[in-house]
């Protein structure tokens, strides 16, 4: 049973550019968070994905946006790129619709922006 | 929206000694509040979760307590081992989870 997949696990891109990053979740589950975490602070929620619809929205610009596929894989774009972007990107898991219990994470994309 | 507080942000305990991470909550909606451990470079791993129709719940040597009162929560670690050393965040919520700042905890052999 394959736990959360991410990919790539690392990226670099500089300001401007566009990034996408992915993430399948834990076999079973059918709702997909994303959270962005800086160095030495807790993880952010940045928005959740359940029937391929945003359900929940951080305080995040609309740079970020996602997108979930029938097989509730999800996708976490980011567009004009800032330094302040680089963090580790996390995806969670979980089963049951809108809410955040009993989540799994994935092993993150650590993206670096120079 | 919510805000969770914790505390302390580090903590070094004693092999074998105790540790109790503290964290409050704004939101008097919030009715989930799980504990992740993170250790360096790795995902955060869920450890415990309490809802908010429960006080007190245990797993072997970690327990959380809940009063929805006072909207504060902790994480009990007992007998402590080296292996407990990492960064443990809590979190809480209702419909997403809003994250603490973590407590690096460093157990000393």
């Known amino acids: 049973d394959a736990g959360v997949t991410q990919s790539p696990t690392h990226l670099i891109k500089t300001r401007g550019q566009q990034v996408t990053l992915r993430c399948s979740p834990k076999s079973g589950h059918d709702t997909v968070s994303w959270y962005q975490q800086a160095l030495g602070q807790g993880p952010q929620f940045i928005f959740q994905?359940?029937?391929?619809?945003?359900?929940q929205r951080g305080n995040f610009p609309d740079r970020f946006s996602g997108h979930q596929f029938p097989n509730y894989s999800s996708e976490l774009n980011v567009n004009a790129l800032l330094l302040g972007d680089s963090a580790l990107y996390l995806c969670?898991?979980?089963?049951?619709?809108?809410?955040?219990?009993?989540?799994?994470f994935g092993p993150g994309t650590r993206l670096t922006v120079l | 929206g919510e805000n969770v507080e914790q505390h302390p942000s580090t903590l070094s305990v004693q092999e074998g000694d105790s540790a109790v991470i503290k964290c409050t909550y704004s939101?008097?909606?919030?009715?989930?509040f799980p504990w992740y451990k993170q250790e360096l470079g790795k995902r955060p791993q869920l450890i415990i979760d309490i809802r908010s129709n429960v006080g007190e719940k245990k797993d072997q040597r970690i327990a959380v307590t809940l009063n929805k009162t006072a909207k504060h929560f902790s994480l009990h670690i007992t007998e402590t081992q080296p292996e407990d050393s990492a960064v443990y965040f809590c979190?809480?919520?209702?419909?997403?989870?809003?994250f603490g700042t973590g407590t690096k905890l460093q157990v000393i052999p």
């Open positions: 969670a898991s979980s089963l049951s619709a809108g809410n955040n219990r009993g989540q799994f």
């Open positions: 994905y359940y029937e391929e619809e945003e359900r």
């Open positions: 939101d008097s909606a919030s009715n989930y």
């Open positions: 979190a809480g919520g209702y419909q997403k989870v809003t």
